[in-house]
């Protein structure tokens, strides 16, 4: 099992004190959400005890909203704990008529690798009702138990919602091997809705569409979805050591040029810079990207201010927003000394930062400062890839791919940082670091 960024976000919290809390009446609890938290972060605590606790949980008949919503993080917790003698007690969650638990336990289910009859029944009779998430049906039927399943889900391949439909396609190519169908959800990544988007993406990497790695590389969504797609579809097909094309990709994303992302929105007119740095916070990544395409039109000049407001005001605070404004930094070479000196200051700030909703703007930081401050960037460097600054395996390819275009005295030291990347625990930072070193010389 391994953790994850967000999984202990309560360190004062004894696993003693989480199972307790779950021993509770409603009426003795501080806070209705103490049952969500402790089920959340039992996580933490893998043993029998935890399992005991979290499935009393699912048989608690009392009907309020907090055990509702407690319960769906139970069951994830159980999954993810690798709990198979919760099975049963997630499987009658089947029949709940909350459709929030329905579709946590159908992912419970899945993972703990279920092969009970009676209850992968009541998942393809589920697949019919459209009020179910249909996606996660399809995604674990299709793992499951594809031969009893794929009438049912071959017939939402004409399903009117696109997500449930690219689910469908994506399940019926890797059964039949027929990839040809894939191209249509290819289509799908520019469309106008962006969780339609994300769920093509998904949709690809379930299918393994090797073929369509550079569609998914300049889709207008999250870098993060686009990383971990690459990783994952290359992981699968095991070509990353052998194919530069593999890791040729991962960089695209890794620099996140706005002018190579196929952005589905376009201006009628100039806008102003004020609209288009406040863009850099809409949830729509399509219209983030529009705007980092707009924004060299301004000079540094007019823009620093705008940017220095909007920081102080929202930015430094916005994860979403943090990372475009990393990119924006690192993206022109026109600042004013005093103006670099206070990006440097962020850009140093931000490339350290270590909680979990800024991690990706970590590796924009990384290149930021390479582009801006070589010499800061090395120094910081040396120590992300020595292990003396704790850092992310993205944190570790970023600095690897940076390092490769770094001309400065003292190239042995690049060196003698990338021969021991090549032994690093992760295999894309592995593979990076053998391309550099190849490229170098």
Same mark, same amino acid.
């Given at each position: 099992m391994t953790l994850g960024r967000f999984d202990n976000i309560h360190p004062g919290l004894t696993c003693n004190h989480a199972r307790h809390i779950l021993s509770l009446s409603i009426d003795e609890l501080e806070s209705k959400s103490d049952f969500y938290m402790a089920a959340a972060h039992l996580i933490n605590c893998p043993c029998a005890e935890t399992e005991d606790a979290l499935q009393s949980l699912l048989v608690c008949a009392v009907d309020d909203q907090a055990i509702k919503i407690a319960k769906r993080k139970a069951v994830e917790v159980l999954a993810r704990l690798g709990s198979k003698s919760s099975v049963p007690l997630i499987g009658q969650c089947l029949w709940s008529d909350d459709i929030y638990l329905v579709e946590n336990s159908v992912w419970a289910l899945e993972k703990l690798s279920c092969n009970r009859h009676d209850l992968i029944q009541q998942m393809i009779d589920l697949l019919k009702d459209a009020s179910q998430n249909q996606r996660v049906l399809i +995604?674990?039927?299709?793992?499951?138990?594809?031969?009893?399943?794929? =009438? /049912?889900?071959? /017939?939402?391949?004409?399903? =009117?919602? !696109?997500?449930? @439909?690219?689910?469908?396609?994506?399940?019926?190519? +890797?059964?039949?091997? %027929? @990839?040809? /169908?894939?191209?249509?959800? +290819?289509?799908?990544? &520019?469309?106008?809705?962006?969780? =339609?988007? $994300?769920?093509?993406? $998904? %949709?690809?990497? =379930?299918?393994?569409?090797?073929?369509?790695? !550079? /569609?998914?590389? &300049?889709? !207008?969504?999250? !870098?993060?979805?686009?990383?971990r797609a690459c990783r994952e579809i290359l992981a699968t097909a095991k070509v990353l050591l052998s194919a530069d094309v593999g890791l040729d990709l991962i960089d695209v994303v890794f620099r996140d040029d706005p002018a190579q992302i196929n952005v589905i929105h376009q201006y009628d007119e100039a806008p102003a810079p004020e609209f288009l740095v406040r863009q850099l916070y809409s949830t729509d990544f399509s219209r983030c990207y529009l705007a980092m395409q707009n924004l060299p039109e301004y000079s540094a000049e007019v823009l620093i201010p705008i940017l220095q407001q909007s920081w102080e005001e929202e930015a430094h605070n916005d994860y979403g927003a943090h990372y475009f404004f990393m990119h924006v930094f690192g993206s022109r070479d026109d600042w004013s000394s005093s103006a670099l000196e206070w990006i440097v200051d962020l850009l140093n700030e931000a490339a350290i930062n270590r909680r979990p909703q800024f991690q990706k703007s970590r590796a924009a930081a990384i290149q930021a400062l390479h582009s801006l401050r070589p010499d800061l960037f090395f120094e910081l460097g040396s120590q992300l890839l020595r292990g003396s600054i704790p850092a992310s395996w993205e944190c570790r390819y970023v600095t690897i791919m940076c390092m490769e275009s770094l001309s400065i005295e003292g190239g042995d030291q690049i060196r003698d940082l990338l021969v021991n990347c090549q032994q690093d625990a992760d295999a894309f930072v592995q593979a990076r670091a053998a391309s550099a070193l190849s490229s170098i010389g």
């Open positions: +995604k674990a039927l299709a793992t499951l138990a594809i031969d009893q399943s794929f =009438d /049912s889900i071959r /017939s939402l391949q004409t399903s =009117d919602r !696109p997500g449930v @439909r690219g689910a469908a396609i994506a399940a019926v190519a +890797k059964c039949t091997q %027929d @990839r040809a /169908s894939l191209l249509q959800i +290819k289509g799908y990544l &520019t469309l106008p809705n962006q969780m =339609d988007r $994300q769920c093509a993406v $998904q %949709d690809l990497v =379930d299918g393994g569409a090797i073929e369509l790695l !550079p /569609s998914i590389a &300049t889709a !207008p969504v999250s !870098p993060a979805f686009r990383i």
